[in-house]
């Protein structure tokens, strides 16, 4: 369930910039995390809001807002 979500999201996320860091997690055990870093800086957490991002339009707003 949260790997198929998780690729539909990346791939919408690096298709509007490839230069934001995607991350799920990488060792056992997964916690479901989904993170988006750009600059360094944390500007989404699955962890945190306990969701991914929900439409196509939360994410281009999501990408939109880290650019400016």
């Known amino acids: 369930k949260y790997k198929p979500e998780f690729d539909r999201v990346s791939k ?11 991350e799920g997690n990488k060792s056992i055990p997964r916690t479901g995390s989904f993170e988006v870093v750009m600059n360094n800086q944390l ?26």
Not at 43 to 68: A, D
């Open 12 to 22: 919408i996320i690096l298709s509007i910039n490839q230069s934001i860091n995607v």
């Open 43 to 68: 500007v989404f957490s699955k962890l945190k809001t306990e969701r991914f991002p929900n439409e196509v339009e939360n994410i281009h707003g999501l990408v939109k807002k880290m650019l400016n």
